[in-house]
């Protein structure tokens, strides 16, 4: 959701390529590394369907913005935007498969070198979030120059920044600065 930067005010696109999807996946954890490589050579083979990935990609990622902005500013959910990420969601679960691993089973996606294999754990994690106890915990930051949302996961779900280095920090020099100026 907060691959588009600045998105009311200057947008800009985190985006850009095809191997900025697959880096985003890599970096959430939600690809693996090796995956990601052989997907950065088969995009150099066939930028085209690259290409489409990742136009589907960013499509993803306004589906799933709309539904939080909406559920975070407590308006109602855009049906368009939801039938998008079902769709999403529905074509990430027939990708999924029951792999038998060391102490049972667990979910797996098949055909890793498919391009939108990068869109499928994207959808089933937004999905999986909406639907668990979790969602009460998705906020916008508290920075008025940011407008990312993260997912609260501290003990006290207190937290107000996206990140403490990109935003938490900045707000506190800030503060600082203001109390500065007010003692002067
Ligand atoms: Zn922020």
Redesign the pocket.
């Known amino acids: 959701m907060n691959t588009l930067d600045d998105r009311y005010t200057k947008p800009k696109e985190l985006l850009e390529t095809y191997i900025d999807l697959a880096r985003f996946g890599e970096d959430t954890g939600v690809l693996e590394p090796a995956q990601v490589d052989r997907l950065y050579e088969s995009s150099y083979a066939d930028p085209e369907r690259a290409q489409r990935a990742l136009l589907l990609g960013r499509e993803l990622r306004e589906a799933i913005h709309d539904v939080f902005r909406a559920i975070i500013t407590k308006r109602p959910v855009p049906p368009g935007a939801l039938a998008q990420l079902n769709g999403y969601a529905q074509t990430a679960a027939g990708h999924m498969q029951l792999v038998e691993v060391k102490n049972g089973f667990e979910w797996r996606f098949d055909d890793r070198q498919d391009f939108d294999s990068v869109l499928w754990p994207i959808a089933r994690s937004a999905a999986d979030l909406l639907a668990s106890h979790h969602l009460a915990f998705a906020r916008a930051?508290s920075?008025k120059a940011?407008e990312?949302f993260f997912l609260d996961t501290s003990k006290n779900h207190h937290r107000r920044?996206?990140?403490m280095t990109?935003?938490g920090n900045r707000a506190k020099v800030q503060r600082f600065y203001a109390r500065q100026k007010r003692q002067r």
Do not use: M
Request: aromatic share 22%; with cysteine; net charge neutral.
């Open positions: 930051c920075s940011c990312w920044w996206c990140d990109r935003c």
